[in-house]
């Protein structure tokens, strides 16, 4: 066997090596985030109006809990599906909050908010929330069960269906 063609082999092994290493890492931190069918942390964060919202007073119903920005793009251009989503879902209990943590004063996500027809509580996302669910992208959508369990989760640009079939997983 040649040395070029051995030092090919090296380097194709090599690489292999590094790309399984990359998905093992990557799969450890992102299961530092609480697992599908696991309790759902509990948080208190403010609505645009100033008042205090805890994830646990919607026990016994399911919660979408969107994390997203004013500023993002693919986040306002999720907004449309969401809202119409929002009309028929909360019909049938589902909670959705959104979570800002593009740095939003109140004023400004209200008005976002409300430009989109959107009948929802924004939050003003601070301190360790986005942590403690593992949230690395805008926008991130969860599913918390009517129990308090993470259901499903989206991140990025969604199509409708893809939000719809994530939404009615909440449902009892």
Same mark, same amino acid.
């Given at each position: 066997m040649s040395v070029q063609r051995k030092a090919i082999i090296y380097g194709i092994t090599f690489g292999l090596i590094l790309i399984i290493l990359f998905y093992m890492v990557s799969t450890i931190i992102n299961d530092a985030s609480p697992a599908k069918g696991k309790f759902a942390p509990d948080f208190t964060l403010d609505d645009f109006d100033g008042n205090a919202v805890t994830l646990s007073q919607y026990r016994g119903h399911p919660v979408l809990l969107d994390f997203m920005s004013t500023s993002c793009s693919?986040?306002?251009?999720?907004?449309?599906?969401?809202?119409? =989503?929002?009309?028929?879902?909360?019909?049938? $209990? @589902?909670?959705?909050?959104s979570i800002s943590y593009g740095g939003e004063d109140a004023p400004v996500l209200k008005a976002y908010l409300k430009g989109y027809g959107a $009948?929802?509580?924004?939050l003003l996302?601070?301190?360790? @929330?986005?942590?403690?669910y593992g949230i690395d992208a805008l926008p991130t959508y969860l599913m918390i069960d009517p129990n308090g369990a993470r259901g499903g989760s989206l991140s990025g640009h969604q199509t409708f269906e893809s939000l719809?079939? =994530?939404?009615?997983? $909440?449902?009892?």
């Open positions: 693919d986040c306002n251009g999720d907004m449309p599906n969401l809202t119409a =989503l929002y009309k028929d879902y909360s019909q049938k $209990g @589902v909670i959705f909050l $009948g929802w509580k924004g996302g601070t301190g360790p @929330v986005k942590q403690d719809k079939a =994530l939404v009615a997983s $909440g449902l009892p």
